[in-house]
């Protein structure tokens, strides 16, 4: 009975020829050439003592250190492969010292990265040719080829394979071709090939959901790219887009050239065809060609440029579009943003520096009703264009630069532009924890500031002017463990000069105004048990006193101030607005409790508990100016403020429960009311709600949701602990739904389903967004993936990652692939 053998090829010992070794399975012997005519058959159990013993005529070796590791190479360095032993095996093995050696019967060649499988095997040492036949199977780098004949050199990599499938790591690109041929490591040409990345069924036919059929289709791993001659692109046996010359990524990394084409389906542009075009210029500088066909109005081109350097980095969109049918005007729109670090240049100053650009430009009033997804301003009516120019060392820091507006009129629902601030200068001198009059731990500060405040004046009904402050705050805050007091004091002074005179005749007006206040708290911890949890529970009682003197500001305009939101946040604040033009006489104290629930081990939050009450000890005098630019409003003459709830859960990671709400004791009713929960029991699974009420203003119900089907009609669907979707066949409803209950109508929707069929994913999406009172776009996305090849069709994925809460994309990998997941 014969036992399988093995031989191992390796550069030949210090001093002297090749050495000849041979042991059976499982040792492997080392050798570089075969003693002349030599036949290897089965050995007993003398010649494995001897191999072992290193009796012979091996002669005394030095002994081999071995240093242990826990990772496995993905490559060896060059000296390292060009050293690498060849191990051959088989169930007979003949050969000649320096010649042919040939294998038969499970023969098997493998060296480091590259293992070639078959009946027979054959390797030329002096050429180092390998030919193999009969069920042959190659792996080089976790790249499978197997097919009834190969012929290649094991040095250079270059042969031919004969009528092979093939498996790509990488990507998990499969095929199928009548010849490969292999010129070097990293590139292959395939003849009369097919390609996709659906998996193969064994036993059957191979027929893919989709796959590229093509008369040639060369690999090429330096650049990561497949380029397909005279190919169509199938899908369910149709083809779906062809072209004579076309390349296909191999990787995520970027390349240049033609994206697929985009479709979109818009209710008042059309039918939009983009069909975009990449230059990957440098790894740091890429620009993508938006050219956009569209039925109603004509063609928009489109482009974006982005760049990426050590010490700043931005991007520049754009779009132009000639004679809009629709508006029978041209249009245009712009942004550009632009960071840099400016630190260790001559305009640091010795300090840290920095800039920052934001443009933002559009041709008229309509574009962001017209083209709403074109911008990235967060306010879709109003888009900022600023330059800053930023400093700071040590206590001091300067901030310079310019702000201004593009306001977008809607003669339905006009809006008041803000004024542009050209320019605002501010340095600041700050320190923290300093020594103040024998007192430790004192901070304080001054601010200066001057801005040139500008608009037009008739939509303003305000000057324009000047404005130059100063302010001025100390604090120190005593605490210790279970109580903290923090005492703090601010000087605001302010001078104004106005362009037109003031309605008492001045052209002037100054303003200095002092405030105190007085914050502390006290916090007690237990530990506490609930529903058989264990939990380390507070209790946090806080008091807030606050005195600012009231000064008539009814003759100053308003240049930046606004109310703040009040919340618990700002409820324990000392100005009732934001900005500098109205500084609130606010003569009162706030009270408030808060609760938590600490997980013990961990320190998160399960639960918070909060509500705050303010009281007024007189009249808030100080108001904001109404709609027309005029002083206007009532005093706050109430003395109890609305009170201020906050509930906050999440007792488990799947579950998360936030309220809030705003009672009037005067009315007994909410004025503002916001609940909202989260349900997210696994990947892929996510439903969230949210109602809010703005009582005499807006009420509105939002819901969201990622969740598969199966869980609904058939068995539930299965995700991977790494993250990725699995079980091929899986329906997903995807959305979000925001309906307004006063105008009892759906006011923005997005609302789709997703396939994932293993290999290629289809998405349909409706989208409805309000661009009116009574005006509304509408459009469908719809969008074929096919898993490590394109895109085609609209791109969904954006409106539904910016759209539905915690939305997750089918196909996100986390780790790169290794070849020891094919290694064989």
Not at 40 to 51: E, F, V
Not at 226 to 235: M, R, S
Not at 761 to 776: D, F, M, S, Y
Request: hydrophobic share 35%; aromatic share 10%.
């Amino acid at each position: 009975m014969n036992r399988r053998t093995h031989l191992l090829c390796a550069p030949a010992l210090p001093g002297g020829r090749p050495q000849p070794r041979f042991v059976t399975a499982p040792v492997a012997l080392a050798v570089r050439g075969l003693l002349a005519g030599l036949t290897i058959g089965a050995l007993g159990a003398h010649g494995l003592a001897q191999a072992q013993s290193g009796d012979g005529d091996e002669g005394s070796q030095p002994a081999m250190s071995l240093r242990s590791s826990g990772m496995l190479l993905e490559t060896l360095p060059e000296a390292a492969k060009q050293q690498a032993p060849t191990f051959v095996s088989g169930d007979r093995i003949e050969g000649q010292t320096d010649g042919i050696t040939a294998a038969e019967g499970n023969a098997e060649l493998r060296r480091h990265d590259t293992v070639i499988r078959a009946d027979r095997l054959q390797l030329d040492q002096r050429t180092n040719e390998a030919q193999a036949k009969g069920n042959v199977l190659i792996n080089r780098s976790g790249d499978r080829f197997e097919g009834p004949e190969l012929q290649l050199n094991v040095d250079t990599f270059e042969g031919t394979f004969t009528q092979p499938t093939f498996n790509l790591l990488e990507n998990e690109g499969k095929g199928d071709a009548s010849r490969v041929d292999f010129l070097g490591e990293d590139k292959a040409v395939a003849h009369d090939a097919r390609y996709s990345t659906c998996p193969r069924t064994p036993g059957a036919s191979w027929m893919p959901d989709w796959m590229v059929r093509a008369t040639r289709i060369e690999f090429d791993n330096v650049n990561q790219v497949g380029t397909a001659t005279n190919g169509a692109l199938e899908f369910k046996g149709v083809p779906i887009l062809g072209w004579p010359h076309f390349t296909f990524p191999l990787t995520d990394a970027r390349k240049s050239g033609l994206l697929p084409p985009t479709l979109n389906i818009d209710s008042v542009s059309g039918l939009e065809v983009t069909l975009p075009y990449y230059l990957n210029i440098a790894p740091n500088l890429d620009a993508t060609l938006y050219p956009t066909v569209m039925s109603k109005r004509g063609v928009d081109l489109g482009g974006e440029l982005r760049y990426l350097q050590p010490t700043y980095a931005g991007q520049v969109r754009g779009a132009f579009m000639p004679s809009d049918q629709l508006r029978g005007a041209d249009r245009w729109g712009y942004s550009a943003q632009h960071s840099q670090n400016l630190s260790g240049t001559g305009l640091a100053f010795g300090g840290s520096a920095g800039v920052y650009l934001n443009l933002n430009r559009v041709s008229d009033d309509n574009y962001w009703r017209d083209f709403p997804r074109a911008t990235t301003s967060l306010t879709t009516r109003l888009l900022a264009s600023d330059a800053v120019y930023s400093w700071g060392q040590g206590p001091w820091s300067v901030s310079a630069g310019t702000y201004s507006w593009q306001t977008l009129q809607d003669i339905d629902a006009p809006i008041i532009p803000p004024y542009d601030r050209l320019p605002s200068v501010a340095v600041r001198y700050g320190r923290s924890d300093a020594q103040v009059a024998n007192l430790s731990g004192v901070d304080w500060s001054v601010l200066t500031e001057y801005t040139r405040f500008q608009s037009i004046p008739s939509l303003t009904r305000q000057t324009n002017g000047d404005r130059a402050l100063t302010v001025a705050e100390i604090s120190r805050r005593f605490q210790a463990p279970g109580w903290f007091i923090k005492p703090r004091a601010q000087l605001h002074a302010t001078q104004y000069s106005f362009d037109t005179p003031l309605a008492n005749g001045a052209r002037t007006a100054s303003r200095v105004l002092p405030t105190v206040s007085l914050d502390s708290g006290l916090i007690f911890e237990r530990d506490a048990g609930y529903f058989g949890r264990a939990f380390t529970q507070t209790l946090e009682p806080r008091a807030f006193f606050t005195w600012t003197p009231y000064n008539d500001q009814r003759l100053l305009p308003n240049y930046d101030s606004a109310a703040n939101d009040f919340n618990l946040a700002s409820i324990y604040s000392e100005n009732a607005f934001g900005g500098n033009d109205r500084i609130s006489d606010t003569r009162a104290v706030t009270v408030g409790v808060s609760s938590r629930l600490l997980d013990p081990d961990s320190g998160a939050e399960v639960v918070r508990l909060g509500v705050a009450q303010r009281y007024l000890f007189q009249d808030q005098n100080v108001f904001l100016p109404n709609s027309s630019g005029l002083s206007g409003g009532d005093p706050v003459n109430e003395r109890l403020s609305d009170i201020l709830l906050a509930a906050r859960v999440q007792w488990s990671p799947r579950w998360l429960t936030d309220t809030n709400v705003q009672y009037s004791p005067g009315d007994r009713q909410s004025v503002r009311t916001t609940l909202s929960g989260r349900y997210t029991p696994s990947n892929f699974r996510v439903l969230s709600a949210a109602y809010r009420l703005q009582r005499g203003s807006s009420e509105q119900f939002n819901v969201g949701w990622q969740w598969p089907l199966s869980d609904f009609f058939g068995e539930p669907a299965r995700t991977e602990v790494r993250g990725r979707a699995l079980g091929p066949g899986q329906w997903y409803s995807v959305g979000r739904i925001n309906y307004s209950v006063p105008d009892r109508k759906v006011v923005d929707l997005v609302a789709g389903f997703e396939y994932d069929a293993g290999c290629w994913i289809g998405r349909i999406v409706v989208e409805r967004l309000q661009t009116g009172v009574a005006a509304a776009n509408q459009r469908i996305l719809f969008q074929l993936e096919f898993s490590g090849f394109t895109r085609v069709g609209s791109n969904p994925l954006k409106t539904l990652k910016d759209n539905v809460p915690r939305y997750q994309y089918l196909r996100e990998e986390i780790n790169p692939p290794s070849r020891f997941q094919q290694y064989d």
